[in-house]
């Protein structure tokens, strides 16, 4: 058999911020109903327990303030290219995943000029002008979507070399009179992924994706606080938890089959199924429904590492973070080995779906 080129994941890094937020943090918040009316302080502690048992979030991690996006994308891509092993300056391609920018602690609008890829490179001193640096909006499946742009030039021989980061600061676009401020947290992920020629499939297999924009693209969106004399007039991010939570349930176990078809799969050759960290209810009720979308009513356990009850969601952020978190051993319980069949998945803004099939080299 001919070698072909395959797209490999050569090392992975993250950077998980260290302020630990704890669900009763939010007791002492003033929140509001979506329509301005304010809620009950004293019924704080039951809105936060009902907030725990949907999404199975505890807690949730935040950036200090002299951080922003493009710092912990720079930390995360700093410990992707040490653990592959490979020199900087052989990148052929710098795609930093967000939706933000970065948002500074003391001016909370949205920073996009120069890109955060480009504040990225020269942060890693690369001086390589042939390594193209460009940012990537997709909401939540940004990461996702990136690595299947990377496969497209590594697999067409006009690359060799990509590295994929997933970088975000929620809780610097979060209402906090917003009961939903609560899912948000901070985080980045990077991969580094290189053209290899193999005899068997190996790598990257396939993908699927689709976008949903003419009933669904407002499920997510910004707007003024919640509370009608906030004094700050700035967009929050806001979303349509309930009619998110039936598009996604109806419409990412198809995108997920897609892909698997497309890989000349099924859902018995997989090993693990990497979800965005979206909500705890929510991925475990589309798991659910993936694996009745092939007949089967016992769901193995261990095969969905979870991250969420305690990094919360950081958008583009959760599944290289969770990725580099098993790769390095610090998931337990979870554990990779040659020839394991990863399924990644995502869903977000957009509304955008996507999904991507991967063996283990």
């Not at 951080?67 to 592959?84: F, P, Q």
């Not at 005899?199 to 297999?205: A, D, K, Q, S, Y």
């Not at 967009?235 to 198809?254: D, I, N, S």
Request: with cysteine.
């Amino acid at each position: 058999m001919a070698r072909e080129l395959y797209s490999v994941i050569v090392g992975t890094g993250s950077c998980i911020p260290e302020k630990t937020v704890p669900n009763e943090d939010f007791l002492g918040h003033r929140f509001f109903s979506d329509y301005g009316q304010p809620l009950d302080p004293a019924d704080n502690p039951a809105i936060i327990s009902k907030f725990r048992d949907i999404t199975e979030i505890a807690e949730r991690r935040y950036v200090t303030d002299e951080l922003v996006t493009s710092d912990i994308a720079w930390e995360a891509a700093r410990k992707a290219l040490a653990s592959a092993g490979v020199d900087p300056e052989s990148l052929d391609y710098l795609v930093v995943a967000h939706n933000f920018g970065d948002v500074r602690a003391d001016n909370r609008r949205s920073d996009f000029v120069p890109s955060l890829a480009a504040r990225v490179k020269q942060r890693l001193g690369i001086v390589n002008p042939w390594c193209v640096a460009y940012d990537l909006p997709f909401g939540c499946p940004g990461w996702l979507q990136a690595v299947i742009q990377a496969d497209y030039f590594l697999r067409s021989g006009d690359a060799k070399r990509a590295l994929v980061v997933g970088a975000e600061t929620l809780s610097r676009v979060s209402d906090p009179h917003d009961r939903d401020s609560m899912i948000y947290s901070d985080g980045a992920g990077a991969v580094v992924i290189e053209a290899q020629r193999n005899r068997e499939p190996v790598g990257i297999l396939a993908h699927a994706a689709r976008s949903d924009t003419l009933e669904h693209a407002r499920l997510l969106q910004m707007g003024v606080s919640y509370d009608p004399e906030f004094e700050d007039r700035r967009l929050f991010l806001k979303m349509q938890g309930r009619k998110l939570y039936e598009y996604a349930l109806t419409t990412v176990p198809g995108v997920v089959r897609q892909s698997l078809e497309r890989a000349g799969l099924t859902l018995a050759d997989v090993r693990k199924v990497l979800i965005h960290q979206a909500n705890g209810k929510m991925d475990e009720a589309i798991l659910k429904r993936l694996f009745k979308l092939y007949g089967v009513q016992e769901i193995p356990a261990e095969i969905m590492p979870m991250t969420i009850s305690r990094l919360g969601n950081s958008s583009v952020a959760t599944l290289p973070t969770l990725l580099d978190l098993i790769r390095r051993g610090e998931l337990d319980g979870h554990r990779l080995g040659s020839g394991d069949i990863l399924v990644f998945a995502s869903v977000g803004a957009g509304m955008n779906i996507n999904s991507v099939v991967y063996r283990c080299p």
